[in-house]
């Protein structure tokens, strides 16, 4: 990239474009930049995510996706995967099942040309509002649980710094759980594949049910193996 833009660049940045958060654990300050998406505390290690993070232009701006580029895929996923387990409080079936699937995401991915971003945070946040795999607390439970974990979703992906493209593009797949059938794009088939993967048992396997070719070699490894 030959220059920053001027919203990313801290020249232009006022004193308040620094500032500390309390550490959810611990409660010593920790000094944040405006544009830092996760920090560790001094105090006690905990990592976690910038609450108040604020890419500023990249919300609109059509050179986000270069210019956050600051943002590696990686680092994106760091940042699903906090984000996630911050949400899922401690749940670790579902954190664990939610690894489990993004760990096939990227084995896809070397292969596929899927949009990382996209396949990543969809996979991340498929389950979010269901009680599938363990019931959630009286608490959690909401009356309008699809519209609420839509709202949910969307806030994940804000504060993990996911573009204006990349969410719409996830919130699009979301809306289409339930009907993979209708589903031409290739990011929902890496989501749909690597789900599936991820609960494979060897007495339910059809490895043409798969829907991407390295979702099915996948499945026929694993076949093979038992
Ligand atoms: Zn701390």
């Given at each position: 990239m030959a220059s920053r833009c001027p919203g990313q660049d801290t020249q232009f940045w006022g004193p308040g474009d620094i500032y500390s958060i309390d550490c959810p654990k611990c409660g010593k300050p920790v000094e944040f930049f405006k544009d830092d998406i996760r920090r560790r505390c001094k105090s006690c290690g905990h990592l976690f995510l910038n609450p108040k993070l604020d890419l500023g232009c990249s919300k609109w701006c059509q050179y986000a996706e270069q210019c956050v580029g600051a943002m590696s895929k990686e680092e994106f996923k760091e940042a699903i995967v906090l984000a996630i387990k911050d949400y899922l409080d401690g749940d670790k079936e579902r954190i664990n099942h939610c690894l489990t699937v993004l760990g096939f995401v990227e084995r896809i991915l070397e292969e596929e040309k899927g949009n990382p971003k996209v396949a990543i945070a969809a996979a991340a946040l498929y389950d979010i509002g269901t009680k599938a795999v363990g019931e959630k607390p009286?608490?959690?439970?909401?009356?309008?649980e699809e519209f609420d974990s839509f709202s949910e979703a969307r806030g994940i992906l804000d504060r993990s710094g996911a573009g204006k493209e990349v969410k719409e593009e996830v919130c699009r797949i979301l809306e289409k759980r339930e009907n993979f059938k209708s589903t031409d794009d290739l990011d929902s088939r890496i989501v749909h594949d690597a789900r599936r993967l991820a609960t494979l048992r060897v007495d339910f396997v059809a490895?043409?049910?798969?829907?991407t070719p390295t979702g099915r070699l996948i499945a026929e490894e694993f076949i093979s193996t038992k």
């Amino acid at each position: 990239m030959a220059s920053r833009c001027p919203g990313q660049d801290t020249q232009f940045w006022g004193p308040g474009d620094i500032y500390s958060i309390d550490c959810p654990k611990c409660g010593k300050p920790v000094e944040f930049f405006k544009d830092d998406i996760r920090r560790r505390c001094k105090s006690c290690g905990h990592l976690f995510l910038n609450p108040k993070l604020d890419l500023g232009c990249s919300k609109w701006c059509q050179y986000a996706e270069q210019c956050v580029g600051a943002m590696s895929k990686e680092e994106f996923k760091e940042a699903i995967v906090l984000a996630i387990k911050d949400y899922l409080d401690g749940d670790k079936e579902r954190i664990n099942h939610c690894l489990t699937v993004l760990g096939f995401v990227e084995r896809i991915l070397e292969e596929e040309k899927g949009n990382p971003k996209v396949a990543i945070a969809a996979a991340a946040l498929y389950d979010i509002g269901t009680k599938a795999v363990g019931e959630k607390p009286e608490g959690r439970r909401r009356i309008e649980e699809e519209f609420d974990s839509f709202s949910e979703a969307r806030g994940i992906l804000d504060r993990s710094g996911a573009g204006k493209e990349v969410k719409e593009e996830v919130c699009r797949i979301l809306e289409k759980r339930e009907n993979f059938k209708s589903t031409d794009d290739l990011d929902s088939r890496i989501v749909h594949d690597a789900r599936r993967l991820a609960t494979l048992r060897v007495d339910f396997v059809a490895s043409s049910t798969f829907l991407t070719p390295t979702g099915r070699l996948i499945a026929e490894e694993f076949i093979s193996t038992k």
